[in-house]
């Protein structure tokens, strides 16, 4: 296919609900899966799809995600013609402040985006993980002839603010709105990653932002169903949208369960990260493990059930650790118990302690926090 | 092209016919090790670890997958712009054109390559040991005494020291006998097979030996002794610290079980010498519910639902429930269905083994100092009621 895409991504989006897990980062530089870092998953997917041009806009507290990002050799995407573009935040002149919503944010790299030979735009917030291919989607889109292709799912919606679609029999959107409370009902619900033409994007964006708007969902998609050329694709096999505590919570405990695996990582598509060297996980002759997903430089010890152990984790000897997420260089001293719990990277748990949340409500443990 | 003060030359042409099914179609040092590595990735982090940036992998039997592995030498941090890694196959010239006859003869055909940076000192390597040293100690040591040659050597048990080449030296290191696999040794101190050499001399050694026909062009057989012949300052640079030889089966199978050892010397963990692999792209491995681990290092993309014991498993492998494997090394994508039970073996890459197949045999000790390992072929696949003996090996081509 000679059609080309490029990709903007916004790095930031839900801070407030991450509460503790985004004091210090982005949420595309929230760790997730054990080895991952939420951006990989858009990263990785766009390089799978050819698409090499990526621009990221950042709003705040985005060192982590440059030092993860670096140049993009791990995604492949140092590249002479291409690659990747990290923006820091841009003031605009009218406003004396970062940018407010996706509409702004935007506009302050509207040249970016006009200077790249690419015809078509992915455009996508960082806290999905799932394993897309874009060429697939771009196909369609032309197929269909769509002015926006919106990708989405069918689930249950399990956190507030969620894009909710209705579409008729030909896929085409007839209605989107927000919906705030979570609900046991399957819908069809909007990932907020969307395909369209680089000139339409330009044109929105322009229009937009001179009538003060900022809300690329509301002030935009939302007034072009009418136009009846929104197109919904609808994404089949595991995809996890994380914007608050809960749903990072339980969507990584998703991955427990094979099939979720087998749909993210053991298709030809794979999902890369950041190497770091680490050594293979050294399981000692007093450790009991069972279900759980164990990334490498661990050293086990102790117990660990129903968890997800990042890299360079310590669960020493008489240390149990049950339902609970470890990030990396965590270490869980001798005869603690810790369960329900997500403890961020660096984070110590001394001997003999007793820590516990609860299955809705686990319990977060600040980076670098010694309990 | 900006001047190097030492270039190595990593010697990673050897068949290693002793490891018989697992070299046949691969090189010695692109075997895997340890979970995630490859036998050179020892080599090659020790080389950039120590400061050296630029090194020459002289490649020739079964080529593409080390070729393939090393590639631009990014994981090592060995693309540079001035330097780097250069994998340095035999080559047509204008007036001749062959294979390397020997170690020497291999260095000798790329004389070129090293004067290109010229440098002060060479470093040859080769690419079968498991071990961690820092090569700039032991250059420090080469200039300090001033010498055209410096081997390291490492203090061996006397009971063994018959199997290997032994420098005889001074008190002050200066060797002045070599012996290859003397019957009764004189000293304990064994070569390591890692050479450093002031380039000039050792230019005029390698031309010296291309013209003498009956020469076997080998760094241990005519280079070494004939420099030592002709009174070179010669000097043993003593290393202590873990290093094995994998050359054979049992000797690869100890090493992986040195890993488990926690008295062992060799330590992956330490981030200060830290060796470096090609990753593969795969998630965290993980254990299942009706997992038993006890005892084991394991890689990722692994799923784990059997009994795993005193084992070293590799990237991607799948262990399903009721299989048990004891005291082995399970290489990368190979698939232990229920029901098997495999002790003191190597499985091969990509290897199946059925459900209920028997593979090795349980050992409390060396039998005449080899380990009677069993060993399944890279992508063999083996169906009950198959058993393989302790000892035996099956795959590859008749």
């Known amino acids: ?371 | 092209m900006l001047r190097k003060e030492c270039v190595a030359m990593l010697l990673a042409g050897g068949q290693g016919t002793r490891l018989g099914v697992l070299t046949q179609n691969v090189a010695k040092p692109a075997m895997p090790f340890g979970g995630k590595y490859r036998i050179i990735d020892f080599t090659l982090s020790n080389t950039i670890n120590s400061g050296i940036d630029t090194i020459g992998v002289l490649t020739q039997y079964q080529p593409f997958e080390l070729n393939q592995y090393i590639g631009n030498g990014q994981p090592w941090d060995l693309d540079r712009l001035n330097g780097g890694a250069f994998i340095l196959p035999p080559y047509q010239k204008a007036k001749s054109g062959e294979w390397y006859k020997g170690t020497a003869n291999a260095i000798y055909q790329n004389i070129d390559f090293v004067d290109k940076y010229q440098p002060e000192y060479v470093l040859i390597l080769s690419g079968d040991h498991i071990y961690k040293m820092d090569y700039s100690k032991m250059l420090d040591f080469h200039k300090l005494m001033e010498a055209d040659c410096t081997i390291a050597v490492i203090d061996v048990p006397i009971e063994e020291a018959s199997r290997f080449g032994i420098m005889n030296t001074n008190a002050d290191g200066r060797i002045y006998e070599f012996e290859e696999k003397p019957r009764i040794p004189k000293s304990t101190k064994a070569s390591m097979g890692i050479y450093i050499f002031t380039w000039e001399k050792l230019k005029k050694y390698l031309i010296m030996d291309e013209e003498d026909h009956n020469s076997q062009n080998d760094f241990g057989k005519n280079i070494i002794p004939g420099m030592l012949r002709a009174g070179e300052r010669m000097y043993a640079y003593e290393f202590s610290g873990y290093w094995k030889d994998v050359g054979t089966i049992s000797s690869l199978w100890e090493a992986n079980m040195d890993l488990l050892d926690p008295q062992s010397d060799i330590n992956l963990a330490n981030k200060e010498w830290k060796i470096y692999a090609r990753n593969a792209a795969e998630p965290p491995h993980y254990i299942g519910n009706q997992a038993v681990i006890d005892n084991a290092i394991i890689s990722e993309g692994g799923n784990i639902d059997g009994h795993i014991e005193k084992s070293v498993i590799f990237t991607g492998v799948t262990v399903d429930w009721g299989a048990i494997v004891r005291n082995s090394i399970v290489m990368p994508d190979t698939h232990i269905e229920s029901g098997a039970i495999i002790d003191h073996a190597i499985i091969g890459w990509g290897a199946r083994i059925g459900k209920n197949v028997v593979v090795g045999e349980p050992q409390k000790k060396p039998v005449n100092g080899e380990w009677q390992i069993a060993v399944v072929g890279p992508g063999v696949e083996l169906e009950a009621p198959m058993k393989i003996k302790a000892g035996e090996m099956v795959g590859g081509k008749k």
């Open chain 1, 1 to 371: 296919m000679n059609t080309k895409m490029m990709s903007v991504l916004f790095a930031s989006g839900n801070e407030s609900k991450l509460n503790e897990l985004t004091i210090h980062r982005t949420t595309a530089s929230l760790p997730f899966g054990g080895r991952y870092r939420l951006v990989d998953f858009a990263l990785s997917n766009l390089v799978n799809s050819n698409i090499t041009r990526i621009g990221i806009i950042t709003r705040n507290n985005y060192s982590s995600l440059m030092d993860h990002i670096r140049m993009g050799r791990d995604w492949d995407l140092n590249r002479k013609n291409s690659g990747i573009a990290v923006f820091p935040p841009f003031v605009l002149n009218t406003s004396r402040e970062v940018y407010k919503g996706k509409i702004e944010a935007i506009y302050t790299i509207l040249d970016y985006i006009k200077k790249s030979p690419e015809d078509y735009v992915v455009v996508s917030n960082c806290n999905i993980a799932a394993n897309i291919d874009f060429v697939k989607v771009l196909a369609t889109h032309l197929e269909k002839k769509a002015d926006v292709t919106v990708l989405c799912h069918t689930a249950r919606i399990n956190s507030s603010r969620r894009v909710i679609i209705k579409k008729d029999e030909s896929g085409f959107i007839k209605d989107l709105h927000f919906e705030e409370t979570p609900s046991d009902q399957d819908y069809l619900i909007s990932l907020n990653i969307y395909i369209i033409k680089k000139d339409l994007l330009v044109e929105y964006v322009e229009n937009a932002y001179s009538r003060g708007l900022v809300d690329f969902e509301k002030d935009i998609l939302f007034k072009e169903v009418e136009n009846g050329r929104l197109y919904a694709y609808e994404l089949q096999g595991y995809a996890a949208i994380v914007d608050d505590v809960k749903t990072y919570y339980a969507e990584s405990m998703k991955l427990l369960e094979r099939g979720v695996r087998e749909q993210l990582f053991d298709g030809e598509n794979k999902i890369y990260t950041k190497v770091k060297d680490s050594v293979p996980t050294v399981y000692g002759s007093s450790c009991k493990v069972i279900n759980s997903l164990i990334a490498d430089g661990c050293v086990i010890n102790g117990t660990v059930e129903n968890s997800i152990l990042f890299r360079n984790v310590r669960i020493k000897e008489g240390a149990v650790v049950r339902n609970s997420i470890i990030m990396e260089d965590g270490v869980v001293m001798e005869k603690s118990t810790l369960a329900y719990a997500i403890t961020d990277k660096h984070v110590i748990i001394r001997e003999n302690r007793q820590i516990s949340g609860f299955l809705t409500y686990p319990i977060v443990i600040v980076k670098n926090k010694v309990v």
